[in-house]
């Protein structure tokens, strides 16, 4: 009896570390897509911003994001994307999950937690079965202030107004987090 019991124990602490190990190169795996997609994303702005002010910058977020996100997700097989409590793009609404996580890093950034450092990760069920999910903060830059600060320009005004009516992606300042990549894979 005592040494089924010692198996069972050994082989439950077996599982556990394989599963630890399978959590471990999930987070390996959604970091890697996040450094895909962040610097991806990042040339293309500054780029933009380069040839035609925030106005063209605007178009990339527009157009050229969701483009790099389904690419990213083609190449890796996770699914990634963008998302805010205060979103811009209607397609970017956080959520519930999201929107929990959010809030939590919010809470930490208000806890003096440095925002380039947050993440968050777990396994959730799902109704299509086990998911992996995964969250990197986006801080807010100097740059990003251009279209998502406090005194827009006019033309920055009326482009956001005309292409996102119900924008909710303004007002920041640099240390907000400004939203966060988000990450799931199916297990």
């Known amino acids: 009896m005592m040494l089924r019991t010692g198996m069972v ?3 439950a602490s077996l599982g556990v570390l394989a599963q630890s190990a399978d959590i471990d190169a999930n987070v390996a795996k959604s970091r890697a897509a996040v450094k895909a997609f962040g610097p991806q994303l990042k040339a293309a702005l500054q780029s933009a911003m380069q040839s035609g002010g925030p106005v063209n910058a ?22 990634i994307g963008r998302t805010s409590l205060k979103f811009r793009n209607p397609g970017n609404k956080p959520d519930d999950w999201e929107q929990q996580v959010l809030e939590d ?4 950034l208000a806890a003096g937690e440095d925002p380039a450092k947050m993440e968050f990760y777990e396994v959730v069920s799902s109704g ?6 995964y969250m990197k903060a986006i801080p807010t830059d100097t740059v990003c202030l251009a279209c998502h600060g406090v005194d827009l ?15 909710l992606a303004r007002g920041y300042s640099v240390g907000d987090i400004r939203g966060a990549f988000s990450v799931e894979q199916k297990l």
């Open 9 to 11: 124990l050994i082989l």
């Open 58 to 79: 605007i178009q990339v977020c527009n157009v050229q994001a969701p483009e790099i996100a389904d690419s990213v997700s083609e190449n890796t097989g996770l699914l």
């Open 105 to 108: 890093f919010d809470a930490r």
């Open 128 to 133: 299509s079965g086990q998911m992996f999910r």
């Open 153 to 167: 320009d006019p033309a920055v005004t009326s482009e956001l107004d005309t292409l996102y009516p119900s924008d």
